[in-house]
């Protein structure tokens, strides 16, 4: 099945700038009850996704600075320690499963690589259970 029937737009994504600080970050994540976000450039390129634990590693290396200047640091220089994968618009749910047992979310972008936006594991997972119990109902 094509992913665009279960994506969660552009719109509706709370998503970051990669020129973002890191306060604003940690004031998106905590408003919003997140664990991480896409980041997204001016251009509406997908560059990547900013986790709670990129944060944390930032904020530790960055101690000797002090609080109030790390939080001033943007996201372009938090490195990030897990490559989310995006996928084209064009794809199928099937090809999902896989990259959501490491991801919360699936980024979407079109032709042209712009973000927009997500497809969430909450819904591969329920795609998957009306797959199998769609099927079971098909055998008996």
Known sequence: MNIAFYLLPKE???YLNPESTIRQALEKLSYHKYTSVPLVSEEGQYVGTLTEGDLLWKLKEAFDLGFYDVVKTKLKDVP????????????????LITLATDQNFIPVTDDDGHFIGIIRRRDIIKYCANTIWNNKINEN
Request: overall charge negative.
């Open 12 to 14: 509706e994504v709370k």
């Open 80 to 95: 990030q320690r897990v490559n989310n994968i995006s996928v084209s618009i064009n794809s199928n749910m099937e090809d």
